[in-house]
């Protein structure tokens, strides 16, 4: 069973267009996060959503919205995709806000041409 | 803010060789210190954590790590190491800032096992 998955696992678009990723934890978590991992393996949090309402936002371009329809599902928008925004997204979650052992997804490769 | 700074990006050794991933921080509150491993083409994984008491904190395979609060450092060893260690590790701390917690990464060391 998969504790924390993203569709799709690589995304290949152009610049300008529109995707979303989602992600889904069977955990039963009350806490769920967006990371973007650069190419230099750098991790930053961008997003996370405690019992479907957002709690982080960290400066994050409002070209990304997330939207969370429940607790065990956090998904991201992305409206007119730039070249910069190329990375791995990872989805996680935790049992509750403050609660620090987080459970990753596998990771979504975005690449935009 | 509180930060972590991983002061070596890649670690190459040998099999069986002893193994040391520095980590220090930076932090004006109380500490919450943690290693996650990512493994070639996934996710991160939690490895250990300090979150108060013994400062010697140990993993299920053999790594462990030593919170020492003078020299502000969380490093983490494991005295022989296999093959299969070899993945990105990046060492995370706690931050309380504007009434949201999070977890800051540092920039992560590849650590390379050869035979």
């Known amino acids: 069973d998969t504790a924390v998955s993203q569709t799709p696992k690589y995304l290949v678009t152009q610049m300008g267009n529109d995707k979303s990723i989602k992600c889904e934890q069977n955990l039963g978590h009350d806490t769920m996060y967006w990371y973007k991992q650069d190419s230099k393996k750098f991790l930053k949090i961008m997003f996370s959503y405690n019992n479907k309402e957002l709690i982080i936002n960290e400066t994050v371009p409002n070209r990304f919205s997330p939207k969370s329809p429940d607790k065990a599902h956090l998904n991201l928008h992305i409206n007119s995709l730039e070249l910069g925004d190329s990375a791995v997204y990872f989805c996680a979650s935790s049992p509750s806000y403050g609660s620090y052992e987080q459970y990753f997804g596998p990771g979504t490769r975005l690449t935009v041409t | 803010a509180q930060s972590v700074t991983q002061l070596d990006s890649q670690v190459p050794v040998f099999e069986e060789a002893p193994v040391e991933l520095r980590c220090n921080y930076s932090?004006?509150?109380?500490?919450?210190l943690f290693w996650y491993v990512q493994y070639p083409n996934q996710g991160l994984q939690l490895l250990l954590k300090y979150l108060s008491g013994s400062t010697l904190v140990e993993s299920i395979n053999g790594f462990e790590a030593e919170f020492n609060k003078s020299q502000t450092s969380f490093h983490l060893r494991k005295p022989s190491v296999h093959i299969s260690d070899t993945a990105e590790y990046f060492c995370a701390v706690r931050s309380s800032q504007g009434g949201s917690e999070k977890l800051v990464f540092g920039k992560g060391t590849k650590l390379t096992v050869n035979p």
């Open positions: 932090s004006s509150v109380s500490v919450y």
